[in-house]
T-cell receptor
Framework: AQKVTQAQTEISVVEKEDVTLDCVYE???????LFWYKQPPSGELVFLIR??????QNEISGRYSWNFQKSTSSFNFTITASQVVDSAVYFC????????????FGTGTSLTVIP | EAQVTQNPRYLITVTGKKLTVTCSQN?????MSWYRQDPGLGLRQIYY???????DKGDVPEGYKVSRKEKRNFPLILESPSPNQTSLYFC?????????????FGPGTRLLVL
């Protein structure tokens, strides 16, 4: 079975604090892709990152960084020096084989950054 | 402007009254997909299409139909809507099928079934 768990339903932080959003996934497949999406209050879904299961390198993009650990089936997302514009719902997603055309999303983490 | 459009954006209907939510993309994408978003459940995939005339079920296809007669359009059909289909619906597309492609999402359609 394919499953993505985002145990943190809501997080509030004060501006400039660092925050980590957790994502734990389940799959029996050895090849898969993981994703993070952002849904700001306006409602659209914005792609943030995609990671292939063979690539365990951590990624940094500006204030965003991602920590992928196959040993713990986790793909956590850290925002450094959070800003009010980071307030959004963040979704982690999994796409397993064989076709990679199906996507399984977590339930999302609502992040509020307080000025 | 490259985009995925959905119509209508908001819809209130009654149980059993057939409805269609349209999805159109102007990026010549082969892959299109429908999701529903519900509180506490995240996004769940309803149907997807890898190309014209090629569609397949996602995780929650019951109560929905789709068709892909043209590359740019992927309508979602609710033949007999029920209150449990009240949800926020998103259409998405990507250039090709496969998770290595970035999905672009439409603005969403909020549906209320009374």
């Amino acid at each position: 079975a394919q499953k993505v768990t985002q145990a943190q339903t809501e997080i509030s932080v004060v501006e400039k604090e660092d925050v980590t959003l957790d994502c734990v996934y389940e799959t029996r497949d050895t090849t898969y892709y993981l994703f993070w999406y952002k849904q700001p209050p306006s409602g659209e879904l914005v792609f943030l990152i995609r990671r292939n299961s063979f690539d365990e390198q951590n990624e940094i993009s500006g204030r965003y960084s991602w920590n992928f650990q196959k040993s713990t089936s986790s793909f956590n997302f850290t925002i450094t020096a959070s800003q009010v514009v980071d307030s959004a719902v963040y979704f982690c997603a999994l796409s397993p084989p064989p076709t990679g055309n199906q996507f399984y999303f977590g339930t999302g983490t609502s992040l509020t950054v307080i000025p | 402007e490259a985009q995925v459009t959905q119509n209508p954006r908001y819809l209130i209907t009654v149980t059993g009254k057939k409805l269609t939510v349209t999805c159109s993309q102007n990026m010549n994408h082969e892959y299109m997909s429908w999701y529903r978003q519900d509180p506490g459940l995240g996004l769940r995939q309803i149907y997807y299409s890898m190309n014209v005339e090629v569609t397949d079920k996602g995780d929650v296809p019951e109560g929905y139909k789709v068709s892909r007669k043209e590359k740019r359009n992927f309508p979602l059909i609710l033949e007999s809507p029920s209150p449990n289909q009240t949800s926020l619906y998103f259409c998405a597309s990507s250039l090709l099928a496969g998770p290595q492609e970035t999905q672009y999402f439409g603005p969403g359609t909020r549906l209320l079934v009374l």
